[in-house]
């Protein structure tokens, strides 16, 4: 059995997780631990008493041990690329791009240790200094959920690290392995004391809801649903922790009548369908101009079709299965719903056989859709994309704006006028001008407006809004 890590040990846990493999469903990948609320609680305490002691370590020796983390997922990632598309499902060319991604962040944070930096202003007061110092905020819950396995723990533990706070990290219970693996890495760095950073695999009931209700945790990451990223939010803001919600997106995509159309619809394709549109980033709504919107839903059918979909390890394949049975429920659902809205389904939507037994769906295309069905307000979070008409760019940027959340939004045109309007007035933590919506890069803020968001951003320099703590330091020199 796979254990988890408290304390510098590994440790069985209480009952087993199998991990099975969503393009093979005869192939486990292990058995990993579930650890009970006592567990989380012994990891819970080893973070805070490693705490005091990590913060001392000197900025260059916190850096060393990430860029050294940094390397080694660098180095193997093929292995762990393989490891990450075998139990998540997405293609292995996505899933070793992940784990590049996952290594870059580490050595990207490995700088950052180094670089912050306070603030010294000018008193209002003759004879007064002031200076804004920053600290760690001491140890933080990381809760990640399954689309990202590598890439989104890491840029969630490398900042947490980076800035002196110690971790008790509860990865989603699809992807232990990638979990399991990370943790070896870091626990294994050289000069890593044990209790700094401790997994704990197990339910997010269990394990996740003790994190955000123990008063040892100082600070909670949360990326994944509305729902339980709003449960934590609430459990947080009971006892006065500083709380990071990453959630959904309802991503818009608008094509104009200037478009490049044979661009946006590789754009469309990218940015909806592969990582079999499990991304929050994905754009799952096509608002088209009029002009071109007879053609672009032709081009679209033709180019979902021309996709292979199948095993993620097969170098043939595009997209890659479903992630598990209960995501491809809630895609047919959706799919059914918005055949009954009045959509007309234009290609895919429906279960096909692989090569090896999974859960495969065809990629599902609408056209004649409304912004007001279901499929285009829920997120659904799997290989289905609409297409909704516009008669004008005014209109398009209404519809894109026409939702509750707001954290990717995307225009394919030649109009400088029209993208720097777009800029200026999506609603969405970020835009994209003839480009997917998803896909970002690894050191700039990554989040969102409205409900996809809460809390400051992630990634980049901007990173160390939520992992530290700001003091503000007055000082008479002249009287010491
Ligand atoms: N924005 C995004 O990036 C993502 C959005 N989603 C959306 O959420 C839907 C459901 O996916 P799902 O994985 O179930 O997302 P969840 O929000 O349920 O899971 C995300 C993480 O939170 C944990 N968790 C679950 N319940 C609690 C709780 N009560 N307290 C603390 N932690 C908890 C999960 O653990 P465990 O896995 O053990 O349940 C997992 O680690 C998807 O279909 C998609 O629409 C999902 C993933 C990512
Ligand atoms: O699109 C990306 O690069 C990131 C997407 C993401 O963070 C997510 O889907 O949770």
Known sequence: MYGNHIAGHWVD???????????????????????????TQDAIAAAKAAQKGWQSFTAEARSDILDEIGNTILARREELGTLLSREEGKTLAEGIGEVVRAGRVFKFFAGEALRLAGERLPSVRPGVEVEVTRHPLGSVGIITPWNFPIAIPAWKIAPALAYGNTVVFKPAGLVPGSAWALTDIITSATGMPPGVFNLVMGQGSVVGECLARSELIDAITFTGSTPVGRGIATLCAERGARVQLEMGGKNPLVVLNDADIDVAISIAVSGGLYSTGQRCTASSRLIVEQGVYDSFVSKLTEATAALEVGNALDPKTDIGPVVSADQLEQDLYYIKKGVEDGGKLEFGGEIIEGKTPGYYLKPAIFSGTSNEMTINRDEVFGPVMSVIEAADYEEALALANATAFGLSAGICTRSLAHAADFRRNAQAGMTMVNLPTAGVDYHAPFGGMKASSYGPREQGSHAREFFTITRTNYMAPGAV
């Open 13 to 39: 846990g209480t009952s087993i997780n199998i991990n099975v493999n969503p393009s093979d469903t005869r192939d486990v990948i292990g058995e990993y631990a579930i650890a009970s609320a006592e567990q």
